[in-house]
């Protein structure tokens, strides 16, 4: 009887295993064994973040990200755990740089692997010789790591990090766009998960188009992607016993934010957490752990030129509603472009202020069309035009246009600009003098939005060898903001700020302004 009851029981146990190992939740919390933080090897249970993206995950997906979830270990058990109970699958992981992929593919991949009960290794043994990047199983399943996945099809595809490899190697983020992405079918599955790296680049672009359709509440086809956020708040790690640590009133006024905007009521050892970390953290601390996408993506970029000036422009509240000052010229200040941008800052040189009033760019047009922009914004905004009003190009402005023999200096002069050109400085010079400028600047947040992503998103190249940022700038889409910047940092030296009665300068806008109702009468009558 007692052999009976273990023969049954035996039995029992067997098909509550073979259930057990047909639910893939099951295995995810109970096979696989990880490293964890302090070097110690751990059982893998999935976390708050890693259970809700295992219940909401769509085909394709965007993850967008505070630091310390572990997404990137999730994804490679995930993936793991695909090639070991199924067969003829292709698994890829991109890292930013080989190192990092070695990386992800000894820790994450290798060890996990390496630590599976004897039984269910014997049944999925390894095949091929080893390798530091790729794990082929006697299935013909698969999984590699490496800075590229071009040629071939996948059926999971994981980019680790998609914000700095868009950051710091953009020929590379094409690839993983144009080539990377087009491995994986439609009905097949995708991860690109990141820290944000400012507003620039195929990842924000990516995550602002799925956070779009997100609001929209658009039904996601097979090749959508689907949007993720994980703030810092939500995360129940980000908890230090509160006694002992004052809170400042900025962190207060960015509490009182959050509990306003996202409707979280923060406790004492979330704030005493995030102020500590504050600390540490400085002007990252929005870009590594962030409460909401937006201010992921406001954080200062690494290697940028001038991300932290422009987060003190933001602190000390010089973003905002700043109109024109009746009585003071509107100027504008161009960095010329024709198969490229050509930019155009307007802005009030103030006495103790620089205020920037509007932003524009566009590609593929001559001078008379800039020219009858700046026209329109003028009339639409009611800024004067007269002598005081003067337009700075930088040095090119000399160089003629193929096709009218003309320089664009003299064409804008046709068309009724008043050029000048500032005395040229160096380009480092002439960063340090646009640092300088941001110092007392204002920038009118609803006419220079554009501009101000741009002025965030200038910055220098990466050296992939020395793995540092190089004094050079990156020249992408905004750098020609950043460059008509610089032609009005150069400008602002030589020129000379009167005082105005701001009343005085009020009682002409209003006498100019009857005069033209007069004239305009007149026409009328005329005409009748």
């Known amino acids: 009887w ?13 098909e509550q295993l073979k259930r057990d190992l047909a639910d893939r939740n099951w295995r995810l919390s109970n096979l696989y064994y990880i490293t964890d933080r302090d070097g110690n090897k751990v059982k893998f249970t999935p976390n708050w973040g890693q259970q809700r993206l295992m219940e909401e995950w769509h085909y394709r997906n965007i993850i967008l990200k505070s630091r310390q979830i572990g997404f990137s270990t999730f994804i490679q058990l995930v993936m793991l755990d695909v090639i070991l109970f199924n067969s003829n699958i292709r698994c890829g992981t991109i890292a930013q740089d080989r190192d990092t992929a070695k990386a992800i593919f000894a820790d994450k991949i290798r060890f996990p692997y390496d630590n599976l009960p004897d039984a269910l290794k014997a049944q999925r043994p390894p095949e091929g010789a080893d390798s530091a990047f790729e794990l082929k199983l006697n299935n013909n399943s698969s999984i590699r790591v490496g800075t590229s996945m071009r040629g071939g099809t996948l059926q999971y595809l994981h980019v680790s990090e998609f914000g700095k490899i868009c950051a710091r190697y953009p020929d590379k983020a094409r690839e993983v766009i144009t080539g990377s992405l087009n491995t994986v079918k439609a009905g097949q599955f995708v991860f690109i998960e990141s820290t944000a790296e400012g507003q620039d680049g195929q990842f924000y672009k990516m995550t602002e188009r799925a956070r779009a359709q997100q609001r929209m509440e658009s039904q996601l ?149 800039y020219a009858d922009y700046c026209d329109e914004q003028y009339r639409k905004n009611g800024w004067v035009r007269n002598e005081d009003c003067t337009d700075w190009f930088p040095h090119d402005g000399k160089v003629k246009e193929w096709g009218t023999g003309k320089t664009r200096l003299e064409q804008s002069i046709q068309k009724g600009f008043h050029p000048r050109i500032p005395r040229a400085l160096s380009l480092g010079d002439g960063i340090n003098a646009v640092r300088a400028c941001l110092q007392f600047s204002t920038f009118d947040q609803e006419g220079c939005s554009e501009g101000i992503k741009q002025l965030k998103n200038y910055k220098k190249k990466w050296n992939d060898q020395t793995a540092a940022w190089m004094n050079e700038p990156l020249h992408n889409e905004a750098s020609h903001g950043a460059d008509a910047e610089r032609t009005l940092a150069c400008a602002h030296r030589e020129v000379v700020v009167p005082a105005v009665d701001s009343e005085e300068a009020a009682r002409k806008l209003n006498i100019e302004a009857q005069q033209k109702r007069m004239k305009a009468a007149a026409k009328r009558n005329k005409r009748a």
């Open 221 to 369: 086809s097979q090749i959508d992607y689907k949007f993720h956020f994980f703030g810092w708040y939500e995360d129940p790690g980000n908890w230090i016993d509160p006694a002992g640590v004052p809170i400042t009133e900025e962190a207060e006024k960015y509490f009182a934010l959050i509990e306003r905007e996202h409707g979280v009521t923060l406790n004492a050892g979330q704030k005493a957490w995030w102020t500590i970390t504050k600390e540490t953290q400085q002007d990252d601390m929005g870009r590594e752990f962030p409460a909401s996408p937006d201010e992921a993506f406001a954080a200062a970029v690494d290697g940028s030129y001038y991300g932290k000036h422009m987060a003190a422009v933001e602190k000390r509240g010089g973003v905002g509603s700043y109109k024109a000052v009746p009585g003071y010229p509107v100027s504008t200040f161009h960095d010329i472009g024709v198969g490229d941008y050509h930019s155009i800052w307007f802005a009030q040189f103030l006495p103790g202020e620089i205020r920037h009033l509007h932003y524009y760019q566009n590609c593929g047009e001559g001078m008379p069309f």
């Open 2 to 14: 007692r052999m009976m009851a273990t023969a049954q029981a035996s039995s029992a146990a067997i």
